[in-house]
Structures are given as C-alpha cells and as structure tokens.
Nanobody, 125 residues
Framework: QVQLVESGGGLVQPGGSLRLSCAAS????????MGWYRQAPGKERELVAA???????NYADSMKGRFTISRDNAKNTVYLQMNSLKPEDTAVYYC???????????????????WGQGTQVTVSS
C-alpha cells in the first residue's frame, strides 16, 4: 500500500546532467530516510546517496561533488540531481524509503521499508 514511483532516467552524453525523482504514495505519516541506489550489469547494488527527514545527507565517495540529493517531505518525494555524468554512472537507479510509517487498508498504522521499480540511466556518446 506504499508505492515508490521513479522518473527522470534516460540517455545522456558524458558530461551531461539528469534529475531523478521518486514519489512515495499511500497514507503516509512520515518517512525516516530516503535514498538512491544503483546497480550496473554484473555488479552489486550500491548506495548513491541518502537523506533523512531532517536533511542530513550521505553520499558515496565517487558521487560527492557531482550528485546532489534533496527531499520534499510534504510531497514524500526525493530527488537526485546528477551532473558531470560519466559512462561508469550507467546503471539502473533505485529509490529506497526506509521506515515508512503509514496506515494500511485495515486502518492500522504500520512501518516498512520499500523500493521503487528502478529507472535506467545510460551515459554514452
């Protein structure tokens, strides 16, 4: 009953920019942390960046200075601005929401962690 819907992926040339969005839907009261992960072919899923409801952020070292994560708590939406993209940034990018407090269909307040379906980012000339 909580869904994460990502958008904004696509094909971009090296050095270009993309902005990813992820909106959480459902009867949500709060979300502790939201973040972005990515998985390239043949590799494990890795953290890109994360942000708490209070605005504290964490970035993977290779993304620092190029990527910026932000969040709109009122819209339960997280964004990832990606600049100076490199071919090695090519991957499926997944949105994650940690400790989502919401009301289920039985009217009970529950908490859970959720993933989006992923959006493809391809950096190529």
């Amino acid at each position: 009953q909580v869904q994460l819907v990502e958008s904004g992926g696509g094909l971009v040339q090296p050095g270009g920019s993309l902005r990813l969005s992820c909106a959480a839907s459902g009867t949500i009261f709060s979300i502790n942390a939201m973040g972005w992960y990515r998985q390239a072919p043949g590799k494990e899923r890795e953290l890109v960046a994360a942000i708490t409801s209070g605005g504290s952020t964490n970035y993977a070292d290779s993304m620092k200075g190029r990527f910026t994560i932000s969040r709109d708590n009122a819209k339960n939406t997280v964004y990832l601005q990606m600049n100076s993209l490199k071919p090695e940034d090519t991957a499926v990018y997944y949105c994650n929401a940690e400790r989502v407090y919401y009301t289920n269909r039985h009217g009970i307040r529950v908490v859970g962690d959720y993933w989006g379906q992923g959006t493809q980012v391809t950096v190529s000339s």
